[in-house]
């Protein structure tokens, strides 16, 4: 593990907002200097919250709407399973048929 942030968490949050209430207007650098970190913290910083917020996100979305997609994926897995058993059942026809009018030809 990496070593402890001399800055409290409350100060992270509060870094992460300014930055992001600041709307594109300023850069990290700008952010940082004025509270006196270095541009890179905040970048750090303002990544990591973005992909602790995608996770939440994710995570809330998970539950009901995964079991579904599974149902319609297993769903559509045994009619691909079936369409490529009539195929082949189709291809051995052709086959037979081409094999018997190549003979008829000759």
Known sequence: MGRQ?????????DAVALYRAADGKHTYAAVAAELGITGETLRTWVRKDTVQHTSERHEGEAGQ????????LRAENARLLKAEKEW?????????AAA????EVK
């Open 88 to 96: 082949q059942l189709e291809r051995e026809i052709l086959r037979r």
């Open 100 to 103: 018997y009018f190549a003979r």
């Open 65 to 72: 709407s995964s079991v579904e997609e599974l149902a319609r």
């Open 5 to 13: 942030s001399p800055y409290p968490e409350e100060f992270r949050k």
